[in-house]
């Protein structure tokens, strides 16, 4: 089992960042590729981005290459999604996840999510 606190959320401006932090416990962090996802509200949940076991590959949904960068530190068990020039369509709960790929559906291990606002 592997327990993940998402973090970081918050209200931000239109062309502003925030910086989105999940700390993970239970298995080797460093086994594990992660991921995150949003949802906003009334919609599905997506795909943002993610990220291998040794930071190598890194994936992003076309919605926000460009302005998010994940990233991880395996010494502190730790995934970041650093949001650079938000946009109130970001606004969503975002989760971070675990799985053994950074294929979407393989993510097995789910955060609880936090809340990200973006106002125009």
């Known amino acids: 089992q592997v327990q993940l606190v998402d973090t970081g959320g918050g209200l931000a401006q239109a062309g502003g960042s925030l910086r989105l932090s999940c700390a993970a416990s239970?298995?080797?962090?460093?086994?594990?590729?992660m991921g995150w996802f949003r949802q906003a509200p009334g919609k599905e949940r997506d795909f943002v981005a993610s990220i291998s076991w040794n930071g190598a590959g890194r994936y992003y949904a076309d919605s926000v290459k460009g302005r998010f960068t994940i990233s991880r530190d395996n010494a502190k068990n730790t995934v970041y999604l650093q949001m650079n020039s938000l946009k109130p369509e970001d606004t969503a709960v975002y989760y971070c996840?675990?799985?053994?790929?950074?294929?979407?559906?393989?993510?097995?291990?789910w955060g609880k999510g936090t809340l990200v606002t973006v106002s125009s």
């Open positions: 239970g298995r080797p962090f460093s086994a594990y590729a």
């Open positions: 996840a675990a799985g053994p790929s950074t294929n979407q559906e393989s993510m097995a291990y």
